[in-house]
């Protein structure tokens, strides 16, 4: 007999308890094809009839076809197990575990002939069970795989879920198909709705790249302006400020002083420092405080892609800030300092700051190194129209992130509560 489980949140006029099955009654759990015929590097083709799924073809978040292989029809008939029918669904099961893929009938229109690959699991659903699809999708999509990958047995050298254990797993489902459904388009909404959110942030983060790259090589500049930049080395428009060898060990939990540390430039998301941005505390002291509009590079690094990585003190009137360990702090002699924020991000830069960065185990830059790059500046008011559209851009960066943060915060809740 069925175990009596109910979620802690349901929908309203559904009180009946939640019944459990194993997934082995619900689904036929299917391998791909993985005898002498299975396909080989040489026999795929871009282009066919049947497309042949590549790990990469299965994400969190369903399929993604951004890259495509086949096979051909003749390579397809000597495969047996694998190909997909309308109401599949598709569960990775070596390397990358645990992705679901729904293959419905608006999928199948685009791509008729289907078959997985040996990383791959088919779970079609048994003719006999009246469930519903959506509750399914999310069910798989939830707490089910996790739970499974973490009290079974799944392998360590080559991690992998295999059909005789899979089948065991329980799975505890509503009695109701009305309410099967209920849940399921809850699910379905959220996940449309953070597949949105993520191709948007991807397109924006693609979009910033592109700004980086054409602004900085001066392929793209704003209208009206067609004066050639200054060639001169960065150190003629800066000066730089004193650094306080200061580690964890002097903060205190309150003062008036608080310092920037090469950590907090590493491990903030966001490159600057305004009203809402809290640095710890140290004792109060003689220290040269940094002002709005300087620029504080950390410089040494675990890695070399963060040598010399900025963070801008876009807004810190009325606070007393300390430039602390393994940092370098500059202040502008002239310039737009939000310009000269992304100028430390650009490609350029980059590029020569991973090529004079020194050590082994821990990277590092100094003051005279950075001073010595040759660059191409613009007046001061294209600077500023350079800086404006790059800080507005990470701020839709960061305003989306923060949404997407939310959707998945708000699944999260949602299948810890509405799931047994």
Same mark, same amino acid.
């Given at each position: 007999m069925s175990e009596e489980k109910q979620p802690k949140i349901r929908f309203k006029g559904f009180d009946d308890p939640w019944e459990q099955r194993k997934l082995g009654e619900i689904f036929n759990i299917i391998d791909g094809d993985r005898g002498h015929n299975y396909p080989h590097e040489s026999n795929f083709l871009e282009s066919g009839n049947v497309l042949f799924l590549d790990t990469g073809n299965v994400?969190?978040?369903? /399929?993604?076809?951004?890259?495509?292989?086949?096979?051909s029809d003749q390579k397809d008939k000597q495969l047996k @197990?694998?190909?997909?029918?309308?109401?599949?669904?598709?569960?990775?099961?070596? %390397?990358?575990?645990? @992705?679901?893929?729904?293959?419905?009938?608006?999928?199948?229109?685009?791509? !008729?002939?289907?078959?997985?690959?040996?990383?791959?699991?088919? +779970?079609?659903?048994?003719?006999?069970?009246?469930?519903?699809?959506l509750f399914l999708e999310s069910s798989l999509r939830g707490k089910i795989i996790d739970n499974f990958m973490r009290n079974d047995h799944v392998g360590s050298a080559q991690p992998h879920i295999t059909k005789k254990d899979f089948s065991k797993v329980k799975l505890n489902i509503p009695q109701l198909w009305m309410e099967q459904d209920k849940v399921g388009k809850i699910f379905q909404n959220i996940f449309i709705l953070i597949a949105a959110n993520q191709s948007k942030l991807e397109q924006l983060k693609r979009?910033?790249?592109?700004?980086?790259?054409?602004? /900085?090589?001066?392929?793209?500049? /704003?209208?009206?302006?067609?004066? !050639?930049?200054?060639?001169?080395?960065?150190?003629?428009?800066?000066?730089?400020?004193?650094?306080?060898?200061l580690p964890r060990k002097y903060e205190v939990p309150e003062s008036d002083t608080e310092y920037i540390?090469?950590?907090?430039?590493?491990?903030?998301?966001?490159?600057?420092?305004?009203?809402?941005?809290?640095? !710890?505390n140290i004792k109060s002291g003689d220290f040269q405080l940094l002002q709005t509009g300087d620029i504080v590079l950390a410089d040494a690094s675990e890695d070399y892609k963060e040598i010399a990585e900025p963070m801008l003190m876009k807004n810190i009137k009325g606070r007393?800030?300390?430039?602390?360990?393994?940092?370098?702090?500059?202040? +502008?002699?002239?310039?737009? !300092?939000?310009?000269?924020?992304?100028l430390f991000l650009s490609p350029g830069f980059r590029h020569y700051v991973y090529k004079v960065?020194?050590?082994?185990?821990?990277? %590092?830059?100094?003051?005279?190194?950075?001073?010595?790059? /040759?660059?191409?500046?613009?007046?001061?008011?294209e600077q500023k129209y350079i800086g404006k559209i790059l800080f507005l851009t990470d701020q839709l960066i960061a305003a989306n992130q923060r949404r997407l943060d939310h959707l998945q915060s708000l699944k999260k809740y949602l299948m810890q509560n509405m799931f047994v």
């Open positions: 994400k969190k978040n369903g /399929f993604n076809f951004e890259t495509q292989k086949y096979i @197990n694998g190909k997909l029918n309308v109401g599949d669904f598709v569960l990775t099961s070596r %390397g990358t575990l645990g @992705n679901v893929a729904y293959y419905d009938k608006s999928i199948s229109q685009k791509f !008729p002939e289907i078959r997985i690959n040996s990383a791959m699991l088919i +779970l079609r659903k048994e003719s006999s069970q009246h469930l519903s699809n979009l910033k790249k592109l700004l980086m790259q054409k602004i /900085f090589n001066q392929e793209w500049r /704003f209208k009206g302006f067609t004066d !050639p930049w200054e060639q001169r080395k960065l150190g003629e428009g800066l000066k730089q400020l004193k650094s306080y060898s540390h090469y950590g907090d430039i590493h491990t903030s998301s966001r490159k600057y420092v305004d009203k809402s941005f809290r640095l !710890p007393k800030v300390v430039s602390g360990l393994h940092t370098i702090a500059i202040r +502008l002699k002239c310039g737009d !300092p939000v310009y000269y924020l992304y960065g020194t050590g082994l185990k821990v990277f %590092g830059i100094n003051y005279d190194k950075v001073q010595k790059y /040759f660059l191409a500046v613009p007046d001061e008011k």
